[in-house]
């Protein structure tokens, strides 16, 4: 067989960091600015009848920066 704590490691982590973005999720209303998001100007709504589509750029966007500046900290120590 081989050594299994590598893999043992790496789904702890992933279960730890899934746990984490779960509780954000939770948490989400609650913090301020938060509601907006995906309602923020540049993000896309078309509407035809029964259809809606929604294309959420801006908001994209902006999460993409804030997790490339968290991830960018926490590599750094």
Known sequence: MGDLSGAGRILLIMGLVLSAIGALLLLAPRIPGMSRLGRLPGDIIVERGPVTIF??????????VLLTIVLNLISRR
């Open 55 to 64: 294309v959420p750029l801006v908001s994209s966007i902006v999460i993409s």
